[in-house]
T-cell receptor, first 114, second 112 residues
Framework: ETGVTQSPTHLIKTRGQQVTLRCSSQSGHNTVSWYQQALGQGPQFIFQYYREEENGRGNFPPRFSGLQFPNYSSELNVNALELDDSALYLC?????????????FGQGTRLTVV | SQELEQSPQSLIVQEGKNLTINCTSSKTLYGLYWYKQKYGEGLIFLMMLQKGGEEKSHEKITAKLDEKKQQSSLHITASQPSHAGIYLCGADMDNYGQNFVFGPGTRLSVLP
């Protein structure tokens, strides 16, 4: 157990709908990163939040947005869902920006868009 | 094309056998990380390598970084069923921590 929890664990949505995924960070961690992992591929970086501010973004369109709250929990919102958005979404929390790659990962939310 | 390539794509070994997984970059590496992932679950950080020639071990898993070849290898000695999973390498592709990418993963199965 890493102390990072994601909800829900599984989700089925219809194309065009909107979805919100949630991540509760490891206690004391102020940095959270979100990744999209398509089946059979490595995770792709979506964005990172540090102390409630976006601190870097991967090659994802604006319909992927996020929030980090004062307690450092985080949300990933995806609007106008497309079939290709079907993937495992992972969040990872870390203590400060210094060592993000040693972050603790949650179990992921598996999103299926039909 | 992927910035990080892994080989082999999948591997099936008999319990007790040794195995090696490779991760090759098309660009200069500023830090190389290895993770393990059970199917459909989150990633578990294994180890980080930063300097050319660096070698680290954790239990029966050893990782090396060949900076000149822009390549890292992960070696498992005397594999066990508990080693089964997907092994992913990740790397800093710049010196500012702004461009971190993962390889596609190597799926390892260990037969008892």
């Amino acid at each position: 157990e890493t102390g990072v929890t994601q909800s829900p664990t599984h989700l089925i949505k219809t194309r065009g709908q909107q979805v919100t995924l949630r991540c509760s960070s490891q206690s004391g961690h102020n940095t959270v990163s979100w990744y999209q992992q398509a089946l059979g591929q490595g995770p792709q970086f979506i964005f990172q939040y540090y102390r409630e501010e976006e601190n870097g973004r991967g090659n994802f369109p604006p319909r992927f947005s996020g929030l980090q709250f004062p307690n450092y929990s985080s949300e990933l919102n995806v609007n106008a869902l497309e079939l290709d958005d079907s993937a495992l979404y992972l969040c990872a929390s870390s203590l400060d920006l210094g060592r993000p790659k040693e972050a603790f990962f949650g179990q992921g939310t598996r999103l299926t868009v039909v | 094309s992927q910035e990080l390539e892994q080989s082999p794509q999948s591997l099936i070994v008999q319990e007790g056998k040794n195995l090696t997984i490779n991760c090759t970059s098309s660009k200069t590496l500023y830090g190389l990380y290895w993770y393990k992932q059970k199917y459909g679950e989150g990633l578990i950080f294994l180890m980080m390598l930063q300097k050319g020639g660096e070698e680290k071990s954790h239990e029966k898993i050893t990782a090396k970084l060949d900076e000149k070849k822009q390549q890292s290898s992960l070696h498992i000695t005397a594999s066990q069923p508990s080693h089964a999973g997907i092994y992913l390498c990740g790397a800093d592709m710049d010196n500012y921590g702004q461009n971190f990418v993962f390889g596609p993963g190597t799926r390892l199965s260990v037969l008892p």
